[in-house]
């Protein structure tokens, strides 16, 4: 018999996956700027003016740079 909480881990989605633009780098730690105008920091490699894809805090890979549209509901 399956453990019901590990299978409700399995359905809920982990923390979302975000693009942003490379603002600041130190070290290994490079600032991105969100979309709606956010900051957040995040560990990994990015050079000043790149997109990249960022999830719980670690840089994923590159993001082209395709135009954003910002849509509230």
Known sequence: MPN?????KQL????????GQVVAVDGNIVTLELPGGGHIKA????TIGQHVFEQGGLILGEAPALPIDIIEV
């Open 12 to 19: 809920l989605a982990g923390p979302p996956q975000q693009v």
């Open 43 to 46: 560990r990994g490699a990015g």
């Open 4 to 8: 019901p909480l590990q299978s409700l």
